[in-house]
């Protein structure tokens, strides 16, 4: 959500909420699933991310230019948040003894994406049509921080690597990525860092 506000010239205003607030249980109680995000557009109040990534796109013309692409970008959206249940799973509940066969699987997980970019223009566009979306994005997010875990896993993937250069070279979304808010929200948990 960060990146594709910060992309396409948008200004918002985060409440960062202490543990101690979310443990007082009033803002919980008032999240329609007892969690955050909460996400407040004018009038229209959304929870879980991928609404509100989706309602970001569908909102600044981020969503594919016809009925086919916006199906696709859902097809790559739900792709993305499949590899990144399982990164939760490993960071929150299984890291010491899991990152090794999690990376070692991480190529398998990584194929699709590089395939569909393979069938877009040589790869040399976006992951669907011709304009960047919002589950462009979504994968880019989830890509970096897969970096963090294994600098090398785009290596053997040419095509994500140069996607991840090119959409990262974006003037606006370069400066959001070099920005202390970004790096701050990259890096490890600390109870993971070494």
Same mark, same amino acid.
């Given at each position: 959500m960060h990146m594709l506000l910060a992309d396409q010239g948008q200004s918002w205003k985060e409440e960062v909420v202490t543990m101690e607030t979310w443990m007082n249980? &009033?803002?919980k109680a008032s999240c329609l699933y007892g969690q955050l995000p909460k996400f407040q557009d004018g009038d229209l109040t959304l929870y879980q991310s991928n609404a509100i990534l989706r309602h970001?796109?569908? &909102?600044?013309?981020?969503? %594919?230019?016809?009925?086919?692409? !916006? !199906? *696709?970008?859902?097809?790559?959206n739900d792709g993305v948040e499949d590899l990144r249940c399982k990164y939760a799973l490993l960071i929150y509940?299984?890291?010491?003894? %899991? /990152?090794? @066969?999690?990376?070692? !699987?991480? =190529?398998?997980?990584l194929k699709p994406f590089e395939m569909l970019l393979s069938q877009n223009e040589g790869g040399q566009a976006f992951i669907v049509g011709n304009q960047i979306s919002f589950a462009d994005y979504n994968l880019l997010d989830l890509l970096l921080? +897969?970096?963090?875990?294994?600098? &090398?896993?785009?290596?053997?993937? =040419? *095509?994500l690597s140069a996607y991840v250069a090119r959409l990262s070279a974006r003037p606006k979304l370069k400066?959001?990525?070099? &920005?202390? @808010? +970004?790096? /701050?929200? %990259?890096?490890?948990?600390?109870?993971?860092? =070494?």
């Open positions: 249980g &009033s803002l970001l796109g569908r &909102s600044l013309g981020l969503y %594919g230019k016809d009925q086919q692409e !916006a !199906a *696709l970008l859902d097809v790559v509940t299984n890291y010491e003894a %899991g /990152k090794e @066969e999690y990376v070692k !699987a991480l =190529p398998g997980y921080i +897969h970096q963090v875990l294994a600098p &090398s896993c785009l290596d053997s993937f =040419p *095509l400066a959001f990525l070099l &920005s202390p @808010e +970004h790096v /701050k929200l %990259g890096e490890l948990p600390d109870f993971l860092s =070494p």
